[in-house]
T-cell receptor, first 115, second 113 residues
Framework: AQSVTQLGSHVSVSEGALVLLRCNYSSSVPPYLFWYVQYPNQGLQLLLKYTTGATLVKGINGFEAEFKKSETSFHLTKPSAHMSDAAEYFCAVSGGTGGGNKLTFGTGTQLKVEL | ETGVTQSPTHLIKTRGQQVTLRCSSQSGHNTVSWYQQALGQGPQFIFQYYREEENGRGNFPPRFSGLQFPNYSSELNVNALELDDSALYLC????????????FGPGTRLTVT
């Protein structure tokens, strides 16, 4: 079975500070991992993905994430937060039972960026 | 390239009624997945359609049903609406049924009163 745990439902950072959003996963198969961002009243936008190969993946808007198998983690980082980064972020894992390539999401982390 | 579109944007229904939500997949994509996102929660997988056939289902009752058409657009039907069905319904399309990334539409906000 697949599951995702996102530690910290709310994270607040100052503009220009490091952003770190935590994600731990559980998967019965080699995981494909994703980070999505959701702005208010909108759908989800794909930030980045890990499938196989290089464990450090770069995404849009300056975000990156590192797959650490030994820690079953896929934390999202950005060196310098911008006001426009304020949104909800979801980590997801693909595959497992239920068929298809269903995504199993975490409960999300609301990122607040303060001046 | 046209992205995933959904209609309607918002919908208000009464408990016991039936509702149909629609989704047009991204050009070139033959797989559509539907998710339910309750307020303050992550999206939950409802089911997936691949080439007009259901290709996986989450833990949702049979009153949640779907269709996929030859042009790969899709419908989500919910019968006998309950208050707990109030949520944002998200459609996502992908290149195929393998472990490809999914691209989401803006969602339909359903309110059941």
């Amino acid at each position: 079975a697949q599951s995702v745990t996102q530690l910290g439902s709310h994270v607040s950072v100052s503009e220009g500070a490091l952003v770190l959003l935590r994600c731990n996963y559980s998967s019965s198969v080699p995981p494909y991992l994703f980070w999505y961002v959701q702005y208010p009243n909108q759908g989800l936008q794909l930030l980045l993905k890990y499938t196989t190969g290089a464990t450090l993946v770069k995404g849009i808007n300056g975000f990156e994430a590192e797959f650490k198998k030994s820690e079953t983690s896929f934390h999202l980082t950005k060196p310098s937060a911008h006001m426009s980064d304020a949104a909800e972020y979801f980590c997801a894992v693909s595959g497992g039972t239920g068929g298809g390539n269903k995504l199993t999401f975490g409960t999300g982390t609301q990122l607040k960026v303060e001046l | 390239e046209t992205g995933v579109t959904q209609s309607p944007t918002h919908l208000i229904k009464t408990r016991g009624q039936q509702v149909t939500l629609r989704c047009s997949s991204q050009s070139g994509h033959n797989t559509v997945s539907w998710y339910q996102q309750a307020l303050g929660q992550g999206p939950q997988f409802i089911f997936q359609y691949y080439r007009e056939e259901e290709n996986g289902r989450g833990n949702f009752p049979p009153r949640f049903s779907g269709l996929q058409f030859p042009n790969y657009s899709s419908e989500l039907n919910v019968n006998a609406l309950e208050l707990d069905d109030s949520a944002l319904y998200l459609c996502a399309s992908s290149l195929s049924s393998g472990r490809y990334e999914q691209y989401f539409g803006p969602g339909t906000r359903l309110t059941v009163t």
